[in-house]
């Protein structure tokens, strides 16, 4: 069993304090992927559970292994780095063998090994081949091949995908899905970016400033973020907001917009993801900015009443819009989300 508990893990550099007590329960098999941006702690917390970087404080366990108090080498655990790692005087094969002859493995067995393990990364015509004959992705398949060759329960990778190009990075996370699935082992995924986060995990961990702000799974977080930074970290663009004032208990006005919330408040934030905007009587009073026509929908940028607050509208592309059309933008009520003054979500159902 590969069950991993972070518990109170916290790491200073300095005065700076880059993790904050962090919790976690990852279960066996689980794909789970830290998303933040840059210097939230994500890429900190991952070394730490290597054996690169030492807590100054909580404990690590897998399965029932405590594993903080062993050094890397004697964690059983794999990581997949940024930039590869892969040995450019060694063979395709020699490479995948790496941590099965460090392990002082039979020859045999280590043959056997990375032609089963090449086989899984479709490598296995390329055995013979060295790094510089390969493309990026090619050696990003060497690189995990060799980190699923040795068996591990754990396989930690941090940002594997971002030195690939765009197409690139499409057709491998289709793949690193696909393999993932069939080595039975639990993974911790480092990204900053949130179409790998929603496309690979079966559960996503945000981080800001070196805490866990929501863990759950894609879909949940994106219909219903838990603050107003995931709400508007996860969406690409990111949700539309607009402070709300009560004129009655239970119904509120934005920017002239009159719309049912939560009882028992005076003023609180709406939230609405742009492709639950659409046109239609009474709604908010907008006038077009910019219009950028995507393909599938038309993106349009509007100011709202007071012309200062900025909507997102994922529009049918077969509508007519033109920049400086005003328009009435009529929310899904059923996709409202409502968040307090401290950002944070307050459950409501139409």
Known sequence: MAQIQIQNIEKRFGAFQALKGINLDIQDQEFMVLLGASGCGKSTLLRILAGLETADEGTLHVGERRIDTLQAKDRKLSMVFQN?????????????????????????????????????????????????????????????????????????????????????????????????????????????????????AD??????????????????????????????????????????????????????????????HTALTMGVRPEDMAPGDNGLQCRIAVIEPLGAHTLATAFVGDQKTVFRAALDSAGSYQQGQNLSLLPDLSRVRWYDAQGKLIPFTI
Request: one cysteine or more.
């Open 84 to 200: 590869y790692a892969v040995f450019p005087h060694l063979t395709v094969f020699e490479n995948i063998a790496f941590g099965l002859r460090m392990q002082k493995r039979p020859d045999a067995e280590v043959a056997q090994k990375v032609q089963a393990v090449a086989e899984l990364v479709h490598l296995e015509s390329m055995l013979q081949r060295y790094s510089g004959q390969l493309s990026g992705g090619q050696r990003q398949r060497v690189a995990l091949a060799r980190a699923l060759a040795v068996e591990p329960g754990v396989i930690l990778m941090d940002e594997p995908l971002s030195n690939l190009d765009a197409l690139l990075r499409l057709e491998m996370r289709a793949e690193l899905k696909t393999i993932l699935s069939k080595s039975n082992t639990t993974t911790i995924y480092v990204t900053h970016d949130q179409v790998e986060a929603m496309s690979l």
């Open 203 to 264: 559960r996503i961990s945000i981080m800001n400033q070196g805490v866990i702000v929501q863990c759950d799974t894609p879909l949940e977080i994106y219909r219903n973020p838990a603050t107003t930074f995931v709400a508007g970290f996860i969406g690409n663009p990111p949700m539309n907001f607009t402070a709300a004032t009560a004129v009655q208990n239970g119904v509120f006005d934005t920017m002239g917009m009159r719309i049912a919330g939560p009882k028992g």
